[in-house]
């Protein structure tokens, strides 16, 4: 078991803006209002999955989080996939991302990279070839071993101590406000 802490620091989008359809905003250069981005972060395993999300930096397609979450990894075949959406009044539309496969970082090690991102469908161009630069995303990953601590050994006569609920304050007259009207007799 490992404690997985990821950083997703900053995105560069500028490089697909002209091959953004209608669908999506258009001009992240000029920084209209309809631009809205931000970064899912979840670790995948066979256990299942947990997630956690960057706030929505708007008006930019280069946006800066410098956002931290700490993750639980269970399985050393763990992947960690970074999502890039853009976000408007009718919910949100995946843009891009990446999977990083945990097993090639070692334990105690810091990562520190630009991945690019496997963009949406629609987002490509006509001619298939990415845009250049590629869309990036930069995260900084930390995987550490979670050390367990053993309690200390109990003695030989150890027996564990239940406390019984205290019936203190329900004497009577004393668990109500008026003496004469208290139920506990």
Not at 25 to 39: I, K
Not at 157 to 170: A, E, I, M, N, T
């Amino acid at each position: 078991m490992a404690s997985l802490n990821v950083k997703v620091l900053e995105a560069d989008l500028r490089c697909i803006e002209p091959y953004m359809p209608q669908t999506f905003p258009s001009a992240c250069e000029r920084a209209t209002t309809d631009v809205h981005l931000f970064a899912s972060v979840r670790v995948i395993q066979s256990t299942g999955s947990s997630m956690h999300a960057t706030f929505v930096k708007d008006r930019t397609c280069k946006p800066v989080w410098e956002e931290e979450f700490t993750l639980i990894v269970e399985e050393a075949r763990a992947e960690l996939e970074v999502v890039v959406y853009d976000w408007n009044k009718n919910g949100h539309r995946f843009v891009g991302s990446v999977v990083v496969q945990l097993s090639d970082i070692e334990q105690g090690d810091t990562v520190d990279e630009w991945y690019p991102l496997r963009l949406h469908p629609q987002i490509r161009p006509q001619n298939g070839q990415l845009p250049t630069p590629e869309p990036t995303v930069r995260v900084q990953i930390t995987l550490s071993r979670i050390r367990f601590e053993p309690l200390p050994p109990r003695p030989p006569d150890f027996l564990p101590q239940y406390r019984l609920p205290s019936r203190v304050g329900y004497e009577r007259g004393v668990c109500c406000a008026n003496p004469l009207a208290c139920p506990v007799s």
